[in-house]
């Protein structure tokens, strides 16, 4: 997180990029992040969330409706076999 303000130097956009394990594990996470950002004054960067696999997309669409709702926090899918 400290060095998304070296992003802000160069003009560019950061991109995080979670890692989905489990829902729980990959909710905490994101729940963190959330945390993180809330006390950032910069724009959000874009946030990615990486699955390898089509039996995960359930849990990570959840994951995802979860941060939207809860978090303000808009999150992209990614598959990644």
Request: overall charge negative.
């Amino acid at each position: 997180m400290e060095g998304l303000a070296s992003f802000e130097q160069i003009d560019a956009t950061p991109c995080l990029v979670l890692e989905y394990t489990s829902a729980s594990a990959t909710a905490e996470l994101v729940a963190a992040v959330a945390e993180r950002l809330q006390s950032e004054s910069r724009a959000r960067p874009v946030i990615w969330l990486t699955y390898n696999g089509f039996h995960q997309r359930g849990a990570v669409d959840g994951l995802i409706e979860a941060a939207r709702s809860e978090h303000g926090l808009e999150i992209q899918p990614i598959m990644m076999p």
